[in-house]
């Protein structure tokens, strides 16, 4: 029973971790950006203020909207929150959650959170955003088998789709992680952070024209509390895809190995210090390219995907 409190408290943890330090890795990456523009940038605390502010605004509601309208910023800021209970956040050992879902549910429900905010554009009478939710389902569409083949391919060397155990194998073997098949995973699991992100070269995050925006035209009907809740949810994607990149395939160190608390709170502060390499390199990565027009987004995920394939082609050959 003690350990069983011990992995739900850890578990909640590692929720409360996702929730809060997330708006300030959005602020990091921001500042990142301006600095390597050659500006000052905004405070990395910029977006605390700009989600308390938005909670203190009314919202504004159509007539003609549905209950999806309403609910959808909700599902998109929880689903976040119930993959990081499946996924190595803060601990090597596996805690209460860990086995209720593998990395294709991990998957699923972070779609589940983008069909509903995809549905609600589609439910206002603002003419960009069911052309958004066009877009976003063209590349989440183009996306999932990337997802999909990418844990497939981890999987071989853990024979396990369990997060836990994927990063219990790479903890193990050092070499797993410098095979050549595995580095192609890395590169398109990396291009496929940049597509669900919509950060540069798929589309421009800090863009301001509404015809041009992909992710971001979803948003533009919602107000005060739900603006708020969809701006939260986009850092909290950010920010698990960082943990699952980093704590899953790359990095599986930095980790509490041990049930003492003290081990779990130090782990904070490492897994934090590799997600802020991981934002110099995003940020350096986005800056080096150019936006792509709307029909050369699919060349970029139809890249990613045929690394997929051949990363798997290549640890296939190497099992045999």
């Not at 408290?9 to 990142?32: T, Y």
């Not at 050659?38 to 549905?66: C, M, N, V, W």
Request: neutral net charge.
């Amino acid at each position: 029973m003690p350990d069983l409190v011990h992995h739900l408290l850890a578990n909640l943890l590692q929720a409360a971790f996702l929730v809060f330090f997330s708006p300030l890795v959005s602020g990091v990456l921001a500042r990142i950006e301006e600095m390597l523009q050659g500006k000052h940038g905004p405070s990395i605390f910029q977006p605390y203020r700009d989600i308390a502010k938005l909670f203190t605004k009314e919202e504004l509601i159509s007539e003609d909207s549905s209950w999806v309208f309403r609910f959808a910023p909700r599902i998109q800021f929880v689903m976040p929150i119930f993959v990081v209970l499946l996924v190595p956040a803060l601990t090597a050992y596996p805690l209460f959650f860990a086995f209720m879902g593998d990395m294709v549910a991990a998957g699923f429900f972070l779609a589940l959170g983008g069909f509903f905010v995809a549905l609600a554009a589609m439910d206002t009478g603002n003419v960009y955003g069911p052309v958004g939710a066009s877009r976003t389902r063209m590349v989440g569409f183009l996306s999932e088998p990337v997802f999909i083949m990418v844990f497939f391919s981890v999987s071989y060397i853990a024979n396990s789709t369990i997060p836990y155990a994927v990063n219990a194998a790479f903890s193990a073997s050092w070499a797993s992680s410098l095979e050549p098949a595995h580095l192609l995973v890395l590169v398109a699991f990396f291009m496929l952070i940049l597509a669900e992100n919509d950060r540069i070269p798929v589309d421009n995050a800090a863009g301001k024209t509404e015809i041009a925006m992909i992710g971001h035209s979803k948003n533009l009907e919602y107000s005060g509390p739900g603006a708020a809740l969809m701006k939260w949810g986009g850092s909290m994607k950010l920010m698990l895809l960082a943990i699952i990149f980093l704590n899953v395939l790359l990095t599986p160190w930095g980790l509490a190995t041990t049930m003492a608390w003290s081990n779990i709170f130090l782990a904070i502060p490492l897994v934090l210090a590799k997600i802020l390499v991981f934002l110099v390199v995003l940020a350096t990565v986005e800056m080096s390219l150019a936006k792509l027009r709307l029909f050369r987004i699919s060349e970029f995920l139809a890249t990613a995907f045929v690394i997929c394939v051949f990363a798997m082609s290549v640890r296939l050959v190497g099992l045999s």
